[in-house]
């Protein structure tokens, strides 16, 4: 509205300012929005593991990863998560082949993050052992 103001009175720098601010805050609050919903998903997928629906429970996994990686990017802590979690999943169900790209994703994102030699780091590469021949 401010942006409208300023333009009408023929400041448009001012009202070019005041849209990037606005579209800027719409944006971080779209991103809250969405991590909190990833995170409500995340929470529901991991009680139906427990439960022993995993075809649900990857379902709900593959929309908190797309969510994440939207939201927050591809190189990003919480979505490294996520793809941990559908390679543990995808383990737990004898599916190591597809486990693979998963894990070896979540690894590549942690190095980064976290470094080489972190907790986070190293239990991406426990999940990955196993899978090694």
């Known amino acids: 509205m401010l942006a409208g103001v ?3 009175q023929e400041h448009t720098e001012d009202g070019r300012r005041y849209r990037e601010r606005a579209q800027a805050n719409r944006q971080k609050n779209f ?5 909190d919903a990833a995170s409500a998903l995340n929470e529901h997928a991991t009680s139906l593991t427990g439960q022993g629906l995993y075809d649900e429970a990857y379902a709900y996994l593959e929309r908190t990863l797309s969510i994440r990686e939207q ?20 383990q737990l169900r004898g599916r190591d082949g597809e ?13 980064e993050v976290c470094g080489e ?5 190293e239990l991406v ?6 899978l090694e021949i």
């Open 31 to 35: 991103r809250a929005a969405d991590t």
């Open 71 to 90: 939201a927050l990017g591809e190189r990003d802590f919480d979505t490294s998560t996520s793809l941990l979690k559908l390679g543990i999943l995808l």
């Open 6 to 8: 300023c333009d009408a």
């Open 99 to 111: 486990a693979r790209p998963y894990l070896e994703r979540a690894l590549a994102v942690r190095v």
């Open 117 to 121: 030699d972190h907790p986070a780091t």
């Open 125 to 130: 590469r426990e999940n990955l052992r196993p």
